[in-house]
């Protein structure tokens, strides 16, 4: 326990023995403090100090970096040495409890702010994001309440909603790539030399030549993406590998197909892949989809639908093909025509991350005489 004669109150609070004894003492630990202090009695009022500060909060279970920890103690020491002072020639004589609690109640409100300053820094605004861009920047902002339709330099179409705004560099810029604040739906002219960007919080939406929804409101809590064709890949900004999956000639990050979204969840910093609420034919040119069947086996019915909407259907060809399937699901919405198939062969279906999955029993006793 050499060491300690040279401590001062924060290397006390930091060392890891020190917490360990004041926060699980034993016989044997408390005993060898004792003779400690025993042996340098001028310790004995920083050991105490210290021991009262680790018991109140313990610094090892805050959420910061050490250097943040270190930084945090640093400052709400000196606020304790100040507070100390007052406490040696008091204005006004204050109960000894009373000055304790103060000096505690200093503490956890000091620790309580730098935590809250921190998780603040993982969140990402609109005006941060144009005021750190590299170059001069022109904006765009919907006043009305109708879309309205921007056409950006390399011939991308942007429809931005109502109270949103965008901004985007100045002709002849490098970079394709825009900063958004709302809600806009963006129709990307296809280079695949140049890949197009959109900043929006904390999201960074990448795609090639392509179109899709993204939606991220400074009130709101979630930032979410939809693709209506082709492929998008997202990624945060404070993901490790940020700048190379920006610099990439290939989409990387979560990449999201036609009737797939991502949420993003600013608070928890959580990023999930579900499939829209109202998922759409996809588009193409070369196939006209036909929803009549007439006494098909389910699997076929599923098979179409996989086919006609872009989305994984999960199921047992086997199964399915003993279930006949007599249907008009033409002007149906895709969840009312999965409801009304399933609900005719004694299936269910779940929605599970970008998929659907089917599960049902066959329908052998339907069919048998």
Same mark, same amino acid.
């Given at each position: 326990?050499?060491? $300690? ?6 290397? %006390? *609070?930091?060392?890891?023995? %020190? ?15 004792e003779k400690w202090i025993k042996v340098n009695p001028d310790k004995n009022e920083l050991v105490q100090r210290a021991a009262g500060i680790v018991k109140a909060v313990s610094p090892k279970s805050i959420p910061l970096n050490e250097k943040d920890k270190q930084l945090?103690?640093?400052? *709400?020491?000196? =606020?304790?040495? =100040? ?20 000096? *505690? ?6 620790? #309580? ?8 820094? =993982?969140?990402?605004? $609109? ?12 904006? /765009?902002?919907?006043?009305?309440? +109708? ?13 931005? #909603? ?23 739906? %963006?129709?990307?002219? /296809?280079?695949?030399?140049?890949? %197009? !960007? ?7 939406? =990448? &795609?090639?030549?392509? #179109?899709?929804?993204?939606?991220? $409101?400074?009130?709101e809590k979630e930032v979410s993406v939809q693709v209506k064709t082709g492929k998008v890949a997202v990624f945060t900004r404070k993901d490790?590998?940020?700048? +190379? ?17 991502? &949420? ?11 499939? &829209?609420? #109202? ?13 009549? !069947? ?18 994984? *259907? ?22 009312? +025509? ?32």
């Amino acid at each position: 326990m050499d060491q $300690y004669n040279n401590f001062e109150l924060e290397d %006390f *609070i930091w060392d890891p023995d %020190f917490r360990r004894w004041i926060l699980h003492p034993t016989s044997e630990t408390e005993e060898r403090l004792e003779k400690w202090i025993k042996v340098n009695p001028d310790k004995n009022e920083l050991v105490q100090r210290a021991a009262g500060i680790v018991k109140a909060v313990s610094p090892k279970s805050i959420p910061l970096n050490e250097k943040d920890k270190q930084l945090a103690i640093s400052n *709400i020491v000196s =606020k304790l040495d =100040k507070h100390a002072q007052l406490k040696e020639k008091p204005l006004i004589k204050f109960p000894e409890y009373w000055l304790n609690a103060a000096a *505690i109640t200093i503490l956890l409100f000091g620790l #309580s702010w730098i935590v809250w300053t921190k998780n603040q820094d =993982k969140s990402v605004d $609109y005006m941060q994001l144009v005021a750190d861009a590299d170059e001069k920047l022109v904006e /765009k902002i919907n006043n009305t309440n +109708k879309p309205l339709l921007i056409r950006l330099q390399d011939g991308s179409m942007v429809k931005l #909603s109502p109270k949103g705004k965008i901004s985007f560099p100045i002709k002849n810029a490098s970079k394709r790539e825009v900063y958004l604040s709302g809600e806009a739906f %963006f129709d990307i002219a /296809k280079d695949p030399s140049r890949p %197009f !960007f959109v900043y929006a919080n904390e999201v960074v939406t =990448k &795609v090639l030549g392509t #179109s899709f929804l993204v939606r991220s $409101y400074a009130a709101e809590k979630e930032v979410s993406v939809q693709v209506k064709t082709g492929k998008v890949a997202v990624f945060t900004r404070k993901d490790p590998d940020v700048r +190379k999956k920006q610099n990439s000639a290939e989409l990387t990050g979560v990449v999201i197909e036609p009737n797939q979204q991502i &949420v993003f969840l600013r608070e928890s910093v959580k990023m999930t892949k579900t499939l &829209v609420s #109202s998922p759409e034919i996809v588009a193409n040119a070369n196939k006209n989809h036909n929803f009549e !069947f007439d006494d098909a086996p389910a699997s076929e019915v599923f098979a179409t639908l996989c086919q006609a909407y872009g989305i994984e *259907i999960i199921y047992d060809r086997n199964v399915m093909n003993d279930c006949p399937v007599t249907a008009r699901l033409s002007d149906m919405p895709l969840y009312e +025509k999965l409801d009304l198939v399933c609900k005719a062969i004694n299936a269910t279906y779940e929605r599970m991350d970008a998929r659907i999955i089917i599960e049902g029993k066959g329908c052998e006793q339907y069919i048998k005489p």
